[in-house]
């Protein structure tokens, strides 16, 4: 299997090696967080979520920290990102032993969502700075093949965390136990870090650089360093704007799931029941995500970056109109494999334009604004589901909105990418590799 060569390959190299258990063991942790939250937020029988409280958990999650994200790529490109790792990964491990005192008290209020939103913030940050790091642990060449093996790697260990969570959920019958164990994985994830070498990861600093305090002060001025530098780089400005657009409509989908499991498919005397369906859906998302880990690398190769995040954004569309407007469990299955399949094709296609596009001195904050335009994206979508879905989620007029963003995505982006227009990569600091495709040797645009 190619994705087994490609592992192989990878870890044949031991500074990859360290870095991706840091990874793994971080996002096996984050597996068995979800569970908890799931379970105490959206299962409990004195619970019914709407839309609408969906989309305000959402909003306490994920946007405020949309907001630090400039002063975290700030921290990613000045401090040790080794020491950052470390530094996140004890953090969460505080952060959700007072999530486990704050249960234990019985409130679901608003000390609750606070240390819930810090949680998930660094969380984010600590992603921001796993992406930044990898280009110096692994060749450019091989930054197409690290990017669909490591994040799909973490899906499947994300995914086995939760069935872990779930079973000691079960076992123990405790959030609490979920929430310690939790603690205990990522601190051990920080620990691992430590493997690695202090200034390892990077940045590469040229010594002209403003010191941390400076640039904090100046966050505005480097947002418009950061803008012109991506506008010098189309292709990575233009990846970011397709995730954008992917996770504002994959948000809308991912809610109407949440609400058909909850409220359509099952009554409110069948909470374990949705939670098991629920659960199961997402494990067929899962599925999608590692089959496009095995896929992209080849199809990038035979196709190039920029032909393939459109046949994927074409691809979404179909997939969301049918089987996915069948609206019965069997449809779902299926059609939340194909959109887990199209949205990881376009997530591994996008970051290797950002690594490869980007200047490592901006990196960490082009990672940080790639994690505000992702968490907003999602924010975005849960806002306006909580206008135009009902509390079933089962919406044909949403559906067809669905669908036709996909498709006009797909189309401005293709038109936009296109080397007719003379966005070539080759002279904006892209490897010979990354092309527009139009040279036998130029494969990944």
């Known amino acids: 299997m190619q994705f087994n060569r490609d592992l192989g390959r990878l870890l044949k190299r031991g500074d990859f090696r360290r870095l991706f258990a840091v990874r793994l063991t971080s996002q096996f942790g984050d597996g068995v967080f979800q569970v908890a939250l799931a379970s105490y937020v959206l299962f409990s029988p004195e619970r019914a979520p709407d839309a609408a409280a969906i989309a305000g958990l959402f909003a306490v999650a994920l946007l405020p920290y949309s907001v630090l994200g400039p002063f975290t790529g700030v921290l990613l490109d000045r401090w040790s990102r080794r020491q950052i790792l470390f530094a996140a990964n004890v953090t969460r491990a505080a952060l959700v032993l007072i999530v486990g005192a704050v249960v234990a008290v019985g409130n679901a209020g608003i000390p609750f969502y606070l240390m819930v939103l810090l949680t998930l ?34 899906t499947a260990l994300f995914l086995i965390g ?62 418009v360093d950061g803008g012109r530098h991506l506008r010098q780089r189309p292709q990575p400005a233009l990846g970011l704007a397709a995730i954008g657009s992917l996770r504002f409509l994959f948000g809308l989908v991912t809610v109407a799931m949440i609400l058909l499991y909850r409220n359509e498919f099952y009554g409110p005397d069948q909470l374990d029941q949705a939670f098991g369906a629920l659960a ?32 994927l954004f074409v ?110 990569l080759d002279g904006g600091g892209f490897p010979g590799w990354v092309g527009t495709g139009d040279q036998p040797d130029q494969r990944a645009q």
């Not at 692994?138 to 973490?154: H, K, Q």
């Not at 609490?176 to 691992?192: D, K, R």
């Open 121 to 154: 913030g660094v969380n984010r940050f600590l992603l921001s700075g796993l992406s930044a790091s990898l280009p110096h642990v692994v060749d450019t060449d091989e930054l197409v093949m690290a990017n669909a093996v490591t994040p799909t790697s973490g």
């Open 162 to 223: 939760g069935g872990v969570g779930a079973g000691v959920k079960l076992i123990v019958e405790s959030d609490l136990a979920v929430l310690g164990l939790t603690s205990a994985i990522y601190l051990t994830a920080a620990l691992l870090a430590l493997r690695l070498a202090r200034n390892q990861l990077g940045p590469d600093l040229n010594g002209d650089e403003p010191g941390v305090l400076e640039a904090l002060g100046s966050i505005a001025t480097g947002l």
């Open 280 to 311: 199961l859906a997402t494990g067929a998302v899962g599925a999608g995500l590692f089959l496009a880990a095995l896929v992209t690398p080849w199809a990038t190769r035979v196709l190039t970056l920029r032909r393939w995040i459109t046949v």
């Open 315 to 424: 691809a979404a569309a179909v997939v969301t109109a049918m089987p996915g407007g069948l609206y019965t469990q069997p449809a779902l299955l299926v059609a939340g494999f194909l959109t887990g399949f199209c949205a990881q094709g376009v997530k591994i296609s996008v970051d290797t334009l950002v690594q490869t596009g980007v200047d490592d001195v901006y990196r960490g904050r082009v990672f940080s604004l790639y994690d505000m335009i992702f968490n907003v994206g999602q924010v975005s979508a849960a806002a306006l589901g909580a206008v135009i879905l009902p509390d079933n989620g089962k919406s044909y007029p949403v559906l067809v909105f669905i669908v036709f963003g996909f498709l006009v995505t797909a189309l401005i982006y293709a038109r936009l990418s296109s080397p007719e227009r003379g966005d070539r």
